[in-house]
């Protein structure tokens, strides 16, 4: 990939942007890229400069954490060129998920590499998301998030922010079809995956992939605030599938209903809500990754 072109997009507000974007860049620009660095102040600028510069660049980079991605993924589809990922965010699932290594010099050397991936994108109501989209708890906790805490703790500050919630978190009740199955449920959380991690490295699944076409769900049946917090180390590892207090399916198209409608959170933004439309785009996109890497273990 050395003697190519790359369109890098970078926000500069990214929790690690002011100490570690300067070297990764250093690093790609002396392995021997033709850099061209752009900071939009905003999604719409970031978009426009993706489409503005797509044509005149070998491959693009994003220099963010998972919310950035997020918003540059429709974007991201529609140019079509290979994607480099620069983790310099608060958690960086999709990193975590793909093994690419969250110190960012490290992961400017697998763009160097040049080897690729091709990964799926989900969609809820229209709006794609890479990792998960949630209803309940982790609506509450995205909207608790503060900027200076995130900042300073990283991906501490999600389980801070969770235990700060959870003493205000409250069940609801909704109905899930997946692949023509329908389960009604009361729960504190239902989250759809796409990708393997979330929340600042939570499992979707011990089985969950990002290339595979499906969407994994599951709701938490918990009943009290105490049996939700025991049941925290198994959310951590994705063994939470085989339990009896937590409902999982898995397929390609998913419904979600609630009375009233909720938010639904995608990759740690509120972004749309119920009733919920769930899909799957197969390899929509092409993401420079460890070639030997399974999900979750670079």
């Keep these: 990939m050395s003697n190519s072109r790359l369109l890098i997009v970078a926000n500069s507000g990214a929790s690690q942007a002011e100490t570690a974007l300067g070297p990764a860049i250093s690093a790609l620009a002396s392995s021997g890229f033709d850099i061209d660095l752009r900071q939009p102040g905003d999604v719409d600028e970031m978009v426009a400069a993706i489409r503005e510069g797509a044509d005149a660049c070998d491959a693009l980079v994003v220099a963010g954490g998972d ?60 709006v794609s998301f890479m990792n998960v989209a949630s209803i309940g708890l982790s609506v509450d906790i995205a909207r608790r998030q503060d900027p200076q805490r995130k900042q300073q ?23 899930i079809e997946c692949d023509g199955e329908t389960i009604e449920v009361e729960t504190y959380q239902i989250a759809v995956g796409n990708g393997v991690f ?18 994994d769900v599951y709701a938490i049946k918990a009943e ?64 420079f990754a460890p070639p030997d890497a399974a999900d979750g273990q670079g």
């Excluded at 960086?92 to 010099?105: C, Q, S, W």
């Excluded at 979330?198 to 969407?215: K, N, T």
């Excluded at 939700?228 to 939470?240: D, E, N, Q, S």
């Design 198 to 215: 979330y929340g600042g490295g939570m499992r979707i699944s011990e089985d969950a992939a990002i290339d595979d076409g499906l969407l």
């Design 224 to 287: 009290t605030i105490l049996e939700l917090m025991a049941l925290a180390p198994a959310l951590r590892a994705g063994t939470h599938v085989e339990r009896d207090d937590v409902i999982s399916l898995c397929g390609r198209s998913v419904r979600i209903t609630t009375d009233p409608p909720l938010p639904i959170n995608t990759d740690g933004e509120v972004t749309t809500e119920t009733p919920a439309e769930f899909s799957v785009e197969s390899g929509a996109l092409t993401i």
């Design 67 to 126: 919310g950035t991605v997020n918003a540059a993924t429709d974007a991201l589809i529609a140019v079509g060129k290979p994607i480099g990922l620069l983790p310099i965010g608060t958690a960086n699932d999709l990193a975590l998920t793909l093994g690419i290594p969250v110190d960012p010099e490290e992961a400017a050397q697998i763009i160097v590499s040049g080897d690729t991936r091709r990964v799926d994108v989900g969609r809820v109501n229209g």
């Design 153 to 175: 703790w990283r991906a501490l500050s999600y389980l801070m922010t969770t235990i700060e919630v959870l003493g205000e978190a409250n069940r609801f009740r909704a109905t």
